[in-house]
């Protein structure tokens, strides 16, 4: 008996393998604590904060 050669044609499954390298834009908002743009859901390389604490602990270079 004969079986279908395919679920979906060749063209519709590279449509969707293209979109795997369509990044989307990292959604940037503001930091709470000293108001520069950041990335959300990471620590502020500004002031090195996350969720109201300090993560990251300002290191003068003098
Ligand atoms: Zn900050």
Redesign the pocket.
């Known amino acids: 008996m004969g079986n279908p050669a395919r679920r979906f044609s060749k063209g519709r499954t590279a449509r969707r393998r293209a979109q795997t390298f369509k990044a989307s834009a990292p959604s940037i908002i503001e ?6 743009m ?1 990335l959300s859901h990471r620590v ?6 996350y969720d109201g604490k300090e993560i990251i602990a300002k290191v003068d270079v003098n």
């Open positions: 930091c709470p604590n000293c108001h520069d950041m502020c390389k500004n002031c090195g904060h």
